[in-house]
């Protein structure tokens, strides 16, 4: 088939459909592609997309550095609980999480109840090059970053695994590749995602 026969047969190819039955958090890493990836995904199943981070600096009319800066860690991780816990309530959609959120027990078992956690699984050289260059992670505001993620990564990762379901990042994989995969991983759950014939 040729490259014009097939964009054809895409355009002819009716779109699929999907009923999302439960918010899909996405926990991992900074830098894993939680917010891009989510995004995608949410437009393909034309669900809402959901991101704590963004609904806590709508809130408190400032970045998630500066409230770190301002109020601090503990005050900024109280907030993203209740941030989690509304968003899990209120509606179904893709909910890109911050990436210490699912550190938290009361977070995960909140994600647990309402939803299903799936985690973007990047290695430490995936991150480093996605984040090396960005001014925008508080916690790597030190004088070795590298180092640092490193220590949050052997830290949280062991947390991560604990999610229900999980996607492996891959630096050859474009945002909708990695958008595919996490479609492909939920409609194996049929209690969370499933695909509605025309």
Request: glycine residues 6%.
């Amino acid at each position: 088939m040729s490259e014009i026969d097939q964009s054809m047969a895409d355009i002819r190819r009716p779109p699929r459909r999907f009923r999302l039955k439960k918010t899909v958090a996405l926990v991992g890493m900074m830098g894993a592609g939680k917010t891009a990836v989510g995004r995608a995904v949410a437009a393909k199943l034309d669900v809402p997309f959901l991101d704590s981070d963004a609904e806590i600096e709508t809130a408190a009319n400032l970045s998630v550095p500066e409230i770190f800066q301002r109020d601090g860690e503990p005050f900024f991780r109280k907030r993203e609980t209740e941030v989690i816990r509304r968003l899990l309530e209120t509606q179904s959609g893709i909910l890109s999480t911050g990436g210490g959120a699912y550190l938290a027990e009361v977070n995960r078992n909140n994600i647990a109840e309402k939803g299903v956690a799936l985690w973007l699984d990047a290695d430490l050289d995936l991150l480093w090059n996605r984040v090396k260059h960005k001014d925008t992670r508080p916690l790597l505001r030190t004088a070795d970053p590298r180092a640092t993620l490193s220590e949050i990564f052997a830290k949280r990762t062991p947390i991560y695994r604990l999610s229900e379901l999980c996607v492996t990042c891959g630096d050859d994989l474009s945002i909708d590749d990695m958008a595919e995969r996490v479609i492909e991983t939920l409609l194996s759950r049929p209690d969370v995602l499933e695909k509605i014939d025309e």
